[in-house]
């Protein structure tokens, strides 16, 4: 039900923007966020658009990274600039209908799952 899709390789300060595709019974109420996870660490809270309304970030990524929802394609963006190697990793999309806000962080919170999309930011 969740698609991503845009990583890549980039340099350090670069940008690139993910996406993220959802379809089925996802809807604009759906919370849609992204976490990341590097080899031999946990997964970590990127962002989320909570129940369409608010969006949230991580403290690593906030002033740098934007979140952005077209309802129209049932779509859910990440732009990331000013990219650095520490941002290397692999990008999911999750989703969940019934999600409270003091949840969004929590990966195994999200019910719905994409396959994941690298992102990688040489140095």
């Known amino acids: 039900q969740l698609q991503a899709s845009g990583g890549g390789l980039v340099q350090a300060g670069g940008s690139l923007r993910l996406s993220c595709a959802a379809s089925g019974r996802t809807d604009r109420t759906w919370t849609i966020g992204w976490f990341r996870q590097a080899p031999g660490k946990e997964r970590e809270f990127v962002g989320t658009?909570?129940?369409?309304?608010?969006?949230y970030y991580g403290d690593s990524v906030k002033g740098r990274f934007t979140i952005s929802r077209d309802n129209a394609k049932n779509t859910v963006y990440l732009q990331m600039n000013s990219l650095e190697p520490e941002d290397t990793a692999v990008y999911y999309c999750?989703?969940?209908?019934?999600?409270?806000?003091?949840?969004?962080?929590?990966?195994?919170?999200?019910?719905?799952w994409g396959q994941g999309t690298q992102v990688t930011v040489s140095s």
């Open positions: 999750a989703a969940d209908s019934r999600l409270i806000l003091s949840s969004i962080r929590y990966p195994d919170r999200y019910d719905y």
């Open positions: 658009s909570f129940r369409g309304q608010r969006v």
